[in-house]
Structure formats: structure tokens, C-alpha cells
């Protein structure tokens, strides 16, 4: 776990222009018309590189933006009483940190990066304008709230009823159908995969130890590998149905 004495590390840069965003179509501002792209872009406060490793904001804490991950894989949990940790999800590019019911009270989670990440950060009062003010980009953010947390519970079920394999199984296959849906690479078997053992135990509620056998199972029947991190699916069609896992689910249909 990240030691939260070690400050975050940013390196701000000339933001991306919303317009020629290469995530845009998965982010919150997925459906702006060009001509309010501009406007939108005015709610930005800064565009960042941030370190792996590092907490972006702790739970208990107040957090002063919301994030919209540009680049790279983080991770938002929570810390139980023993001192592990329950991952929650894994956020990717075009995906949303930071929002919450009450954006005013102290954060319910930590998220850590995974990965060197960009990150485009929004000041929790100007995103709270920005909703009130454009109400197709509050019917998106609650789009992609809807699907993350279909995800989340889907994969409760799997941690409290299934097996190990099970739960490693619906992990895998979320994050391989995810990637390939942001980078459309529909043909290819192997996505990069910064996921340690460790992480994938705090995801799934698993030992690294049991982790590091389950994995070796799984191989051997030939649903996947995992080495160099990268994930290489050898059936994708047996992981899904054997982690129950459905493909469409990673979808976000639009409101309105």
C-alpha cells in the first residue's frame, strides 16, 4: 500500500484539447457538441502526470477534484480493520475519480495509481456548476455510474458465492474486455496487465499465495497467462462463462 507521508507527485503539462481527446467517446464528456467542448474545457483546472504508486486522495480525507483518467490504470479501495485492503475497481482511460454522493464530505475510498497515469483534474465546486449547468453531462456521469456499478456488485457476487478461479476468472475478463474496448483492438488475445498478485488478492479477496496457484491452475487449462505484465487470454469464451462474466455489461448506453 502507497504511504500517504509520500506526497503525490504531479507534472503538469499543456492539457490535451477536449476536441482531439482520444478518450473522449468513454469519458464524462462523451456526447458534447463541438461548440461546448470549449466551455466544458474552462472547468479544467490542469492536466497531470502522476507517478505509480501514489494515493491521488485517501479515504477520510476531503478531496478538492474530481479526475478524468487520460492515460494509464489506478485503483480505488478501501482500508479494513487489519489493515488489508478491499479493491473496488480498477479505473482506466475515460473513466471518473472522485465523484461521490456528498462531494462535500470526506472521501469514502483511496485511489492509488497503478501505472504512471495522466489524470485531468476538476474542482469538486466548478464539476458541481458545471452539473447543474449542462444536464447531458449529469445524465452521462450518472450513465457511467450506473454501468461501474453493475461491475462492482457483479463482481461482489463472485467474491462472496464463487470460487477462486471464479473470481479471478470475472477479473481478468472485465479488465481484457474493458481494454480492448478503449484501445479497439477487437482481434488481439493480450492486453498489458500492471496488476501485481497482490493486487489481484486485494481485488478478489484472495491470499497472494492462493493468487499465485490459482493463476498456475489456470494456465495449465488453458484459459490464460499472465507473465511480463501481460495478459494473454487463451478462451476468452471459457473465462467469461466460467467467471460468469458478461461482456455487455461493460457497455454505457446513453439516457436520452
Same mark, same amino acid.
Given at each position: ?86 479493491? $473496488? ?5 475515460? #473513466? =471518473? ?5 456528498? %462531494?462535500?464530505?470526506?472521501?469514502? /475510498?483511496? !485511489? ?28 452521462? $456521469? ?5 454501468? #461501474? =456499478? ?5 463482481? %461482489?457476487?463472485?467474491?462472496?458465492? /464463487?470460487? !477462486? ?92
Amino acid at each position: 500500500m502507497a504511504d500517504f507521508k509520500n506526497k503525490l507527485i504531479r507534472i503538469e503539462h499543456n492539457p490535451t484539447r477536449c476536441s482531439e481527446c482520444s478518450v473522449r467517446r468513454l469519458s464524462l464528456f462523451h456526447g458534447v457538441s463541438e461548440e461546448e467542448l470549449a466551455w466544458t474545457a474552462e472547468y479544467r483546472e490542469h492536466q497531470s502526470t502522476v507517478q505509480a504508486r501514489k494515493e491521488i486522495y485517501r479515504e477520510g480525507q476531503l478531496n478538492e477534484c474530481m479526475y478524468t483518467v487520460y492515460n494509464g490504470w489506478l485503483a480505488t479501495y478501501k482500508t479494513l480493520e487489519n489493515g488489508r485492503r478491499q479493491i $473496488l475497481r480498477i479505473a482506466l482511460p475515460g #473513466d =471518473m475519480l472522485g465523484f461521490q454522493p456528498n %462531494l462535500e464530505a470526506p472521501m469514502t /475510498h483511496t !485511489a492509488m495509481s497503478v501505472t504512471d497515469a495522466v489524470l485531468c483534474a476538476f474542482p469538486v465546486p466548478d464539476m458541481q456548476e458545471l452539473l447543474r449547468k449542462n444536464l447531458s453531462v449529469a445524465k452521462r $456521469l450518472q450513465e457511467m455510474n450506473a454501468r #461501474d =456499478m453493475n461491475i462492482c456488485h457483479s463482481r %461482489l457476487l463472485t467474491i462472496g458465492q /464463487h470460487s !477462486a478461479t471464479e473470481r479471478i476468472a470475472f477479473l481478468c475478463a472485465e479488465l481484457f474486455f474493458r481494454i480492448k474496448l478503449i484501445y479497439n483492438e477487437k482481434e488481439k488475445n493480450e492486453i498489458f496487465f500492471p496488476l501485481s498478485q497482490e493486487d489481484i488478492g486485494d481485488a478478489t479477496g484472495l491470499t497472494k499465495i492462493h493468487v499465485n496457484r490459482t493463476l498456475k491452475t489456470m494456465r495449465e487449462k488453458g484459459l490464460l497467462e499472465i507473465s511480463s505484465r501481460r495478459l494473454k487470454v487463451l478462451d476468452p469464451q471459457a473465462l467469461c462463462e466460467l467467471g460468469n462474466f458478461d461482456p455487455a455489461m461493460i457497455q454505457t448506453y446513453r439516457l436520452y
